[in-house]
Each structure stands twice: as C-alpha cells, then as structure tokens.
C-alpha cells in the first residue's frame, strides 16, 4: 500500500493534495461510486472516462449497502486506475483497506451520539491497523427537499436549507474542534442541490477545504458550487445515469481553479 501511494502521489497523502489544492486555488472533481449500483461493465466504463476526464477522486460508498460488493469495487478501480479512492461509509461495516483514505465522518449536523463518536469507537481498532489515510471530516446534512436515506438512518434532521447561518456556525465549531475537511451533502439524489448563498458564508468562515454534493444534475451546478466556494465537487446518481456528463463537469469545476486571495 505505501508503495503504491508513493508511486499514485509522490508521497503525498490525499489529504495533502486536497490541501494543496486549496492552498493554490484548484477545485477538485469526485466521482461517488455506490458499490450496490455499479455493476462491474458499468464501473469499468465509469472509471475509464473518470481518467479521460481527468478526475480527481472517486469517493466510495452509501448509507445502505444491500450487497457485498465494496471489495470487488474497490479492486475494479484499482486495477483500471491511479485515481484515489477514498470510503465514504454508512456505518462501521463498511471498511475495507483496499481504498486509499477514509472520509472519518462524525456527523456534526445532527444530535445523535453513535453518528458523532460511538461508531467511530467500534471503527478505531480496526483504523489503527489498517494501511488506510484517515481523514477527520466534519459532515453536514443539509436539507435537499426531501427525506434523505442518510436522514433516516441516522435519526438526525438535516439543517434548514433556509438557515445558512446555522450551517456557518456548524461549520465553525467543527473547525475548531480540529476537524480537517467540511463535507456539506444535501444526500444522494437530492431534489435541490445546497444552494451558493449557503455555500458562500460557510466559505467566508472557515478555512477547512469544504466538499459539496448532493443533488448537482448540470455542469452548471457544479460550476455554481465551484463559485460560491466549494473546493470538492462530489457527483454520484447523475452520472450513473448519464456518464457522458463527467468530461463537461470535470472540464467546468476544473475551470474554476484560481488561486485564492488571502488577506
Ligand atoms: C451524496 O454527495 C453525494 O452523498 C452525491 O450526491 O448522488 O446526488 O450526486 P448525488
């Protein structure tokens, strides 16, 4: 595993290069491959294009896995690409060393405890040993226009779309708790993607780089996330539907890349 992180980024870790990219500016595309949907012809042919379109990342997982397929997932985007690949799990069952990195996800929108550190209690012995990147990650639901799966398995509400301000002052308390990354998510397949405004005052208030997904259908909407702040762009159900759409939405979130203005 060290050997291949060092030949896939110079000895970078993932976490660096999200960094790094903020440092200078440049925006990053996720791919989010749900290992339930993906059958293998279908992820061959979605991690082929995902390298043609020059994507950054593939984020792994789903709130419900019904099959047991994130192994074979895994090794398919292993054996077809250099592209990272970092879990992004429902829950402690869905660890598995075969990826790069692990989005650590305590749920900070919400209030229930197993979701903000009693999985990440039964998940730790098994983290220390594994060769995986651990990256702390602050998560935030927010809602989309509908009840999400995330929701619903969590026992937590999303913020208010309408509430920006409870967004930006979450966001600030999981800086300050040492968090390293912000991942706001309106869930998979979100009626309303986050919108720019919330987007933009979470960004004036915190450093952290900060993900989006949820709901991005158009490359425009991608673009707007891009604009408004969001250093990670994360796309999932609409590509499974229509994976052509990848080369104009790297192409538009990669366009965005400019170096940030630090006072
Ligand atoms: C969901 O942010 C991801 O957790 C991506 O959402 O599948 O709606 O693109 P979509």
């Known amino acids: 595993m060290l050997l291949r992180m060092a030949q896939n980024y110079s000895n970078s870790t993932v976490l660096d290069t999200i960094y790094q990219a903020r440092q200078t500016g440049r925006k990053l595309f996720v791919v989010l ?13 979605i991690i082929q294009k995902a390298k043609k379109a020059g994507v950054d990342l593939f984020f792994v997982g789903g709130s419900l896995m019904m099959e047991n397929e994130l192994s074979r997932c895994l090794d398919t985007i292993r054996t077809n690409s250099d592209i990272p690949s970092i879990l992004f799990p429902g829950n402690p ?16 929108s919400g209030r229930n405890s197993e979701f903000l550190i009693g999985n990440h209690v039964i998940a730790a012995p098994f983290l220390k040993k594994s060769s995986l990147e651990i990256m702390p990650t602050g998560y935030m639901l927010i809602d989309g226009g509908a009840p999400t799966t995330v929701s619903y398995i969590s026992n937590t509400f999303p913020i208010p779309a309408d509430k920006p301000e409870i967004a930006m002052a979450t966001a600030i308390a999981g800086e300050m708790l040492g968090l390293k990354l912000l991942y706001m998510d309106a869930g998979s397949g979100a009626k309303n993607a986050i919108s720019s405004e919330m987007i933009t005052l979470v960004r004036q208030a915190v450093d952290l780089p900060i993900i989006i997904g949820g709901g991005i259908r158009t490359a425009a909407q991608a673009a707007q996330a891009a604009q408004a702040g969001a250093d990670v762009i994360v796309v999932g159900n609409q590509l499974e539907e229509n994976p052509e759409l990848v080369y104009e939405m790297a192409k538009i979130v990669h366009s965005f890349s400019q170096p940030i203005e630090r006072s």
Do not use: Y
């Open 33 to 45: 491959i749900d290992p339930d949907k993906a059958n293998s012809s279908d992820l061959t042919g």
């Open 93 to 108: 069952i869905q660890l598995n060393d075969k990826a790069d990195a692990l989005l650590f996800l305590s749920l900070i």
